[in-house]
């Protein structure tokens, strides 16, 4: 049963900390993405890479927010430091990379950071 | 401005009747997406549809490319139904892959 995994599930930190967020995308997808959920906001696309290159990552606060694809089966969205404004759920999405393939979604990592 | 709108923004209901969930975009696109998300939960993707129509048990979801509108409909709602659903779209041109979403529809489904 391909899925995209997410860890860790739940992150409660400290402000100031760094935080690390990991997906495993679904073997041969070679579009990934990370989105940000929150209350206010709803769902907004923060990175994306395709075959491993980082393609758009406008949506990531850049000073503190870091995306990266060392290899094709592990994405990483790493926060340094992390803000109480940073609390949100996070999620990792996947898919084949021609326009009309479906996304998949992993179940997300609800950080809080207080 | 590349915008998705959705509508009704909460929506209750009785078991059994039927639910419809719309969906408006501003410019042309290249696909749309149907997600579903219950309280705490993952995202689950119920339909990608880039025209026509598409059936899953009780489940309908239809696409008018020219009026940039989806519905999404629910026949025989359960209280099992009750989730948000959120509706998504990939913009076409630009180069960019990345989903825009709407708002949700937080849908309730009293027995």
């Known amino acids: 049963d391909a899925r995209v995994t997410q860890t860790p599930r739940h992150k409660v930190t400290e402000m100031g900390q760094e935080v690390t967020m990991r997906c495993q995308p679904i073997?041969?997808?070679?579009?990934v993405f990370w989105y940000r959920q929150t209350m206010m906001q709803g769902l907004e696309l923060l990175a994306y890479?395709?075959?491993?290159?980082?393609?758009?990552d406008s949506g990531m606060p850049k000073d503190r927010f870091s995306a990266e694809m060392p290899d094709a089966t592990l994405a990483t969205l790493k926060i340094q430091p992390s803000e109480p404004r940073d609390s949100a759920v996070y999620f990792c999405?996947?898919?084949?990379?021609?326009?009309?393939?479906?996304?998949?979604f992993g179940q997300g990592t609800r950080l809080t950071v207080v | 401005k590349n915008e998705v709108e959705q509508s009704p923004q909460n929506l209750t209901a009785q078991e059994g009747e039927f639910i419809t969930i719309n969906c408006s975009y501003s410019v042309g696109i290249s696909a749309l997406h149907w997600l579903q998300q219950h309280p705490g939960g993952g995202i689950v993707s119920l339909f990608m549809l880039s025209s026509g129509k598409k059936k899953h048990g009780r489940l309908i979801a239809t696409i008018n490319i020219q009026e940039k509108h989806s519905s999404l409909h629910i026949t025989a709602s359960h209280p099992r139904d009750s989730a948000v659903y959120i509706c998504a779209v990939r913009f076409s041109g630009g180069g960019a892959d990345g989903l825009t979403f709407g708002k949700g529809t937080h849908l309730i489904i009293q027995p």
């Open positions: 073997l041969g997808h070679n579009t």
């Open positions: 890479f395709r075959n491993r290159a980082p393609l758009d």
């Open positions: 999405a996947s898919y084949e990379g021609h326009l009309r393939s479906e996304a998949f």
